[in-house]
């Protein structure tokens, strides 16, 4: 096994926020709230507590989560369990995102009050424009983020599912304010490897934009468990299932490699994937895997112990070239 120098911190974007390589997606916290809270099963707050409470104890100290994860439910569900875990404001780094589909740029404003009540004393480090489906142009939103950076609300911009075009056009607009744009979170795994054909991965790098990597376990296919058993599909909500059943024999060669290269580290499959993610683009990647269950969450913090060689980087490279 080749041990890497455990947890060690990366700058987000070009600002003075560092963050673990592995963060915590608490999107499954809004289970069974509203319609966006239908794709997941519901989750009590103790088992909320124990998945970021475990996250932290393996090292990670920053946490991904939206309006759209049930309208305060995952980021209410996350302060909780922050407080709970006894964490001070400044030992931990939160990320959230606007909704904008539907909206101007001056909802922003609008409605940050609510994340700021709903994150209960856990200031916002990181917010996101979470789509690029506003009504109004990127310079409009950046302008609006840019304000709220000034007026203290929050630490630092970000876009999510921005292409390289409307990033950089967020990039330039948030610099004529003297800001950088930190991070644009995108999917991004094994199996989704488009930001490194379609320009987003490189203007990134050229830009010094975080990619924050988004389902980089695709969903849990990474980890193997659909292929060894398809009848657990059977209890995933309906919209997941069928996109899962497509991927699962295409994906079928490339989860063996990871089953082998798990054996060298003494590690799971879904660890191998989640550590080619945060290493093969040096430094320009992070991962934030969902956790519906403490022990996933123990595991991807697990993450952060080892590093894959360089062989074993290129050969999963190699078998999962075909979904770039
Ligand atoms: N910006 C965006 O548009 C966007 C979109 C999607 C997600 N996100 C963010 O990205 C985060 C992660 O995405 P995601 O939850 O869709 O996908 P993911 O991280 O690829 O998959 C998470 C699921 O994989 C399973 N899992 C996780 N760790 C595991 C482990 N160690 N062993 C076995 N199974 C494991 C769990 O499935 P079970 O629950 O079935 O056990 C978990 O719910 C979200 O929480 C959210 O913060 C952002």
Redesign the pocket.
């Known amino acids: 096994m080749t041990v890497s120098e455990p947890r060690i911190k990366r700058r987000l974007g070009q600002t003075d926020i560092e963050i673990t390589p592995i963060g915590?997606?608490?999107?499954?916290f809004a289970g069974g709230a509203g319609v966006f809270g239908m794709m997941?099963p519901e989750i009590s707050q103790e088992t909320m507590n124990g998945i970021v409470g475990t996250a932290l104890d393996g090292g990670i100290n920053w946490f991904?989560?939206?309006e759209i994860?049930g309208r305060g439910r995952s980021e209410q569900g996350l302060a909780n369990a922050l407080r709970t875990a006894e964490k001070q404001d400044d030992e931990v780094i939160v990320a959230t995102?606007e909704f904008p589909m539907f909206r101007a740029a001056r909802n922003i404003p609008r409605t940050i009050h609510d994340r700021i009540r709903f994150l209960d004393g856990y200031s916002i480090d990181l917010y996101?424009v979470?789509?690029p489906w506003g009504v109004s142009p990127p310079e409009a939103e950046m302008d609006t983020m840019a304000d709220l950076v000034e007026e203290g609300k929050i630490r630092s911009v970000g876009v999510?599912?921005f292409n390289a075009e409307q990033m950089r056009r967020a990039y330039a607009a948030l610099q004529k304010r003297g800001l950088p744009l930190a991070a644009n979170?995108?999917?991004y795994?094994l199996l989704h490897r488009k930001i490194e054909t379609n320009g987003v991965l490189a203007a990134a790098k050229e830009l010094g934009i975080t990619i924050t990597a988004?389902?980089?376990?695709?969903?849990?296919l990474?980890?193997g468990?659909f292929h060894k058993d398809p009848e657990i599909l059977s209890k995933?909500p309906f919209g997941r299932r069928m996109r899962l059943r497509r991927e699962i024999e295409r994906s079928r060669p490339l989860v063996r490699a990871l089953e082998e290269v798990a054996i060298n580290h003494g590690a799971?499959p879904?660890?191998i994937a989640l550590n080619w993610l945060i290493h093969f683009q040096g430094e320009a990647v992070v991962a934030?895997?969902?956790?519906?269950?403490v022990?996933?969450?123990e595991?991807?913090a697990g993450v952060m112990n080892f590093k894959l060689t360089n062989e074993e980087m290129t050969r999963l490279d190699e078998l999962s070239r075909v979904f770039r």
């Open positions: 915590l997606g608490v999107m499954q997941f991904d989560t939206a994860y995102k996101m979470h789509q999510s599912n979170q995108m999917q795994s988004w389902s980089p376990l695709a969903s849990g990474l980890t468990k995933t799971t879904a660890q934030i895997p969902g956790a519906s269950k022990k996933q969450a595991e991807n």
